[in-house]
C-alpha cells in the first residue's frame, strides 16, 4: 500500500483473540493500529501488549481522555512505552465528555479545550526539551526527566470536532483524531479548518495528519450490519460534541427522530431513527468494493489517514473482523 492505512483495533472479551487480529493488521501492511480507551482496559497499557506482539506497526491511543492524569504523569508513561515499543507510540488525547469526566472522576468540565492547550504545551515541552517550568489555569509543574529522555519527535495527537479544536490541532499538534466523523463534515469543516490553521502558523502544509476512523464491515447481509451498527452508534447519538457534527452533517432530522423516540423511553425507535442515508453516508458496509470505495471517499474529503473501524455483529451479518481488514487492506 502506498496511501496510508490505519486500524482502529480495540479488545473485546479476548485480549490474545485481539493481539492476533493486530498481528494480521501487521502482516497485511496497515502502518498503524489505534486502540480506543472507554470504560474498559487501560489505552496505554493496551498498547504495550501490543508492542510486544508486533515489530513495524505504529501503535496509536485513539484517544486517551487526557485529564484523570496529570500532563507530567503521562509525558512519562508516553516516553516509557515510546521505549518499550521501539519509537512506535503516536500519543492521543482528548478532552472526552462532560458526561463522563464528572460522573466518572468528579472533574470540572468548564474550559476543555483552554485545558487541552495547557495539557499539550506541557507534554510536549516534557517530550522534547526534557523538562517543564510551567504555572497556569491548570496546571503547576517543574519537572525534569533525570538521566533519561523522551524520543523528541514522538508526535502528539488530539481529538477534534469543533472549529477551535480543529484550529488548535492544525497550528501546534501532529495530527487530529475523528471519531464518529462523516465524509461531508470532514470535507466542508475539518480539511479546510486545520489546513488554513497550518498556513496562518507557518507550518508546510499536510504537517497535521488527518485520521479518521471509518466504520466499516464485509458483510453478507447488509441489513444485519446496519441494525449492528445502529446499536454500536446509538450512544454518539446522545453525545453533544457528536450531535453537533451529525446535525452539521444535514442529519438534523434523525437527531428530531431519535430524541423523539428515545423521550418515549422507544428505544428501538431510536436506533431506526438512524437513517439508512445517515448509514450509508458514514460507514462502509457490503461487499470489498463497497469497504474500499469507502475508504476512497474519506480520502477525497481530505483524511491523510483513513483507520478501518470495525465494530461487534452477529455471524449471520458477515465473516467478520479479520476479513474487514483483509478486504480494505486489498
Not at 31 to 45: C, E, K, P
Amino acid at each position: 500500500m502506498t496511501k496510508r492505512l490505519a486500524a482502529f483495533i480495540t479488545p473485546g472479551r479476548s485480549l490474545p483473540q485481539t493481539l492476533e487480529r493486530v498481528r494480521l493488521a501487521e502482516r497485511l501492511g496497515y502502518h498503524d493500529v489505534y486502540t480506543t480507551q472507554i470504560a474498559a482496559r487501560d489505552g496505554l497499557m493496551t498498547l504495550a501488549a501490543y508492542a510486544c506482539a508486533t515489530e513495524r506497526i505504529r501503535l496509536g491511543t485513539g484517544v486517551l481522555p487526557a485529564f484523570p492524569r496529570h500532563p507530567v504523569s503521562l509525558a512519562i508513561e508516553a516516553a516509557t512505552l515510546d521505549e518499550i515499543s521501539g519509537g512506535r507510540l503516536i500519543l492521543g488525547i482528548g478532552t472526552s465528555h462532560a458526561i463522563t469526566m464528572q460522573n466518572w472522576y468528579g472533574f470540572g468540565f468548564e474550559k476543555p479545550l483552554s485545558q487541552l492547550k495547557e495539557y499539550v504545551s506541557i507534554v510536549r515541552s516534557i517530550i522534547t526539551t526534557g523538562r517543564v517550568e510551567h504555572r497556569g489555569e491548570f496546571y503547576t509543574t517543574n519537572f525534569g526527566f533525570m538521566g533519561y529522555a523522551a524520543r523528541a519527535d514522538l508526535p502528539i495527537y488530539i481529538s477534534g470536532l469543533s472549529p477551535n479544536t480543529l484550529r488548535f490541532a492544525g497550528a501546534s499538534c501532529d495530527g487530529v483524531i475523528l471519531w464518529a466523523c462523516m465524509p461531508s463534515y470532514i470535507r466542508d469543516v475539518v480539511t479546510p479548518t486545520v489546513r488554513a490553521a497550518e498556513k496562518e502558523a507557518g507550518r508546510p502544509e499536510g504537517s497535521c495528519d488527518i485520521v479518521a476512523a471509518v466504520p466499516s464491515a464485509l458483510a453478507t447481509d447488509v441489513e444485519v450490519a446496519h441494525n449492528a451498527f445502529r446499536k454500536e452508534f446509538f450512544t454518539y447519538m446522545t453525545l453533544p460534541f457528536y450531535r453537533k457534527v451529525i446535525g452539521g452533517a444535514g442529519y438534523t432530522d434523525d437527531i428530531g427522530r431519535f430524541d423523539a423516540a428515545l423521550g418515549k423511553g422507544d428505544m428501538d425507535g431510536a436506533r431506526a431513527a438512524i437513517s439508512e442515508r445517515m448509514l450509508e453516508d458514514f460507514a462502509g458496509i457490503g461487499d470489498e468494493k463497497a469497504v474500499r470505495a469507502k475508504i476512497a471517499e474519506y480520502r477525497d474529503a481530505g483524511v491523510t489517514t483513513p483507520a478501518v473501524g470495525s465494530f461487534a455483529m452477529p455471524t449471520e451479518g458477515g465473516p467478520g473482523a479479520d476479513a474487514t481488514l483483509e478486504a480494505a487492506a486489498s
